[in-house]
């Protein structure tokens, strides 16, 4: 190293020379965010389960009495589509892989279709239970008392989940219509990340509040 | 291509360009550090306030116990969120891109919008005291945070919950930035350490602040929507509060001292002229102390706990001790034989070294048992984490403006004035809390503005002390001011050190570095031939690489 | 540049090899996963409805199948959602500082989670 020189300093550019990262370390970036940012979600939507599952231990006939007024009819019909609409959210990824852009719109399309009936399904499910007379907040009255919270609060916080995702599903159409991801479909990706997410917390969400 | 042609146009950017939205990490790194400090001057007028209170045993200057309440919870909050927190975001932000050589960090957007939300975060925090202020201190336990307290707890929930996002969104990208950007030639094992301490602060800071946030979200469902998830009353579970906000917070003592420790490597190093003692052990040490610090949260339990969850927990707090230890004797084996420059920054540094240790020994008191139990909820505790947080964090940070000061502005801090503002802090900050120690033991209770007229002496001492402390605050404000306009020119270079921010003109230019810079084998191999001459090469690179006088115009 | 970006080119196949059979669908492995995550749905809420009809006719023995029943059907669960994070989200082609980074918080929730419910809601029980 002694004969280091102040030319030698600097190497010569390797990847660039205007100031901006290449596409591979873009898209390398990009998605370690995203995975750290879905990090960060697990955390937050285990304090919302765990005060569920506390409860599910310590009041089994209310949850019991719960499952029997709702049944599973409505919910499992809920879950096949969210399942479906991941399913075509990775079949748009896929065709924007393979360059049918087209393909692609056809497919997200379909799955904020599906993020959109999902919502409508938590909606009706939702009116059931107000109709039930289970509320959010503490109601000393009702039999259910404290069931109301411990129930929409995580159910909750995931249908916002999916409605953020709808949102999402349509700008990246409307920048798909535009040709922004034919060159590098990171954009897809990062939104296809999101929405598998969402996914996963409810099937473990489906398992642990409807069926358990 | 020219590159030292182009060194001498750097310029520094003008004032109003850190007022305005920027991507440019060095702006944001300078906006997080300015706001922070700001916040740090709200918290300390607020210390005076609780310490004039102090001055006699009986309620003068509050009008009641509940205005005392909240100013206690108001300097907590103010100095954990929007100061401590936040100006490690800054130094992280400025310092970090240019020791791993990178033009900006991963994502530059997501940097100033994390930094955006502090401001409302704050306005939504401090609007909270015109309204019925928030007197749950800043802990916040449930039914005091839920049943007692009016409208400024939602506030404060609101504010701490917008602070948890940002610092969730810049932890990620620290992580993204420091696991992806580095030059080719710096592998993991050659990274400075305060990339290695921002490295795990981040990951803690990722996964214990959601924590906070879920936490937060229940609160405030419990105040705003008639949810009982935390009162006993309706169904809830207190200790659920306790818990999960102990899940982060424990953490986040960490996410507070971590980056500190990597200051106290860098600065040590720099200033002794001396290779850090066992590098591989001291990056790994941040790591043991990010994981461990997942395993100890209940040590802030022990009264509230079961009985047999207090072994395990005293345990973990005392291996804990282990991680630290490495380090602070990596701390002493770098100083030891070194060439000391007794520059502002490494009295700083040792200032953290020795006050730190005794924050650490008085932890591993509090760890004991029998101890706590005996100290629990005295001036004991809050000497204890003021010792970890002021004589640790705050110490640290200034060591670090005085370090990184000449990079930022390009101009030398005043050395007489950084003395004069070590004495007072020092001086001002050991016989502030000591005192608290014996107080502690005697029995003195922590959060009343009542208290035993036994203990006034002391409380006067106390007091007198704390102005002091206060008082030196102003110096270096003064110095800071005083030296971005007058300051000598610093140069690339001033300290000779060998990470790579210091390879590039001060200030950065826009890019930060003309090409991509190439980093020395060893960041701290001081003492060796090839380093004097990489030393030299730098300096023979950026000679002319000096700001204007008047600092805004190139050329 | 481009290129690096179709890495994953070559799971576009839509023939798939499963159980020594080659299958062709549209879709390839994305639409066997898909048939895989709607079976095991079904199998799910079935063997939920059973074991709970179960529980009902044998009170003796509820908290045993209650315990199977939580066991069954959160080892359902997490089949279906590696299914989704290893295909879909394609972990299987990412680094393995990707599964650190997903498994780490995993660990941190599901200790916490354990930790809770172990303790009683109601804290010091002396």
Known sequence: MAELTADSLHAVATHDDHGH?????????????????????????????????????????????????LGVALVTANTFVLLASSFF?????????????????????????????????????????????????????????????????????????????????????????KGRYDNNPIGIEMFGLYWHFVDVVWIMLFTLIYLV | MATQHEAETVRRPALSEYLRWSVDHKIIGVQY???????????????????????????????????????????????????????????????????????????????????????PAAIVILLGYFVTPAEAGWTSYPPLSTLFSGDGQTLWALGAHLLGISSIMGSINFIVTILNMRPPQMIIWTMPLLCWAVLATSIIAVMATPFLAGALTLLLLDRVAGTTFFDASGGGDVLLWQNIFWFYSHPAVYIMVLPGMGVLSEVLSIHCRKPVFGYRMVGLSSMGIAFVGFTVWAHHMFTSLQP???????????????????KMFSWLGTIWGGKMRFTSALLFALGFMSMFVI????????????????????????????????????????????????????????????R??????????????????????????????????????????ISFWAFVLGFSTFIVVYNVIHSYFRGPVAGANPWRALTLEWATTSPPPVTNFDDDPIPFEDPYGYGTEASAAYLDAVDAAFSGGRPTPDGNQAD | MAEATHHNSGHHSNTVRLLGRKITVE???????????????????????????AIHDAPSAAATLQAIKAIVLLGIAIIKSSLVIWFYMHLREEKPLIAVVILLPLLVATLSIMFLLAIPPLGYTL
């Open chain 1, 21 to 69: 990262i290449s596409e591979d370390e873009h898209n390398s970036n990009m998605k370690l965010g995203l995975w750290l940012y879905l990090a960060s979600e697990i955390v937050i939507f285990s304090i919302m389960i765990v005060g569920y599952i506390i409860f599910r231990i310590n009041e089994e006939d209310i949850v019991a009495q719960a499952h029997d007024e």
């Open chain 1, 89 to 177: 959210m990775v079949m748009g990824l896929r065709a924007m892989q393979q360059g049918n852009r087209s393909g692609m719109l056809r497919w997200i399309g379909l799955t904020a279709l599906g993020g959109i009936v999902f919502l409508g399904g938590q909606y009706i499910e939702y009116s059931e239970l107000a109709h039930l007379g289970i509320v959010l907040g503490f109601d000393d009255a009702s039999a259910w008392s404290t069931f109301g919270m411990r129930f929409y609060a995580p159910t909750f916080f995931h249908g916002a989940h999916v409605f953020v995702g709808v949102l999402w599903a349509l700008e990246v159409m409307r920048r798909g219509a």
């Open chain 2, 33 to 119: 550090g300015v706001a922070a400090f700001l916040f740090f001057m709200v918290g300390g007028a607020m210390a005076m306030g609780i310490r004039l209170e102090l001055w006699t045993p009986t309620l003068d200057l509050m009008a009641s116990g509940s205005a005392y309440n909240s100013l206690f919870t108001m300097h907590g909050t103010v100095m954990i969120f929007l100061f401590i927190i936040p100006m490690w975001a800054a130094f992280g932000n400025f310092v970090v891109p240019l020791q791993l050589g990178a033009k900006d960090m991963a994502f530059p957007w997501l940097n100033a919008f994390a930094f955006w939300l502090i401001p």
């Open chain 2, 308 to 326: 047999e969850l207090r072994i395990p927990f005293m345990i973990t707090t005392m291996i804990i001790a282990v991680p630290t230890g490495i």
């Open chain 2, 359 to 418: 924050g650490g020994i008085t932890g591993v008191m509090l760890a004991a048992l029998p101890f706590d139990i005996h100290v629990h909820d005295t001036y004991f505790v809050v000497s204890h984490f003021h010792f970890v947080l002021f004589g640790g964090s705050v110490f640290a940070i200034y060591a670090a403006l005085y370090h990184w000061f000449p990079k930022v502005t390009g101009r030398m801090m005043n050395e007489r004035l950084g």
């Open chain 2, 420 to 461: 004069i503002h070590f004495v007072f802090t020092y001086f001002g900050f050991l016989f502030t809390f000591f005192p608290m120690h014996i107080v502690g033991m005697l029995g003195m209770p922590r959060r009343v503005a009542v208290y035993d007229p036994n203990f006034t002496d002391w409380n006067q001492f």
């Open chain 3, 27 to 53: 879709g390839g492995i994305y639409t066997v996963v898909f048939g895989a995550l709607a079976l095991l749905t079904v199998i799910e809420v079935l063997s939920a409805e059973f074991l709970k009809g």
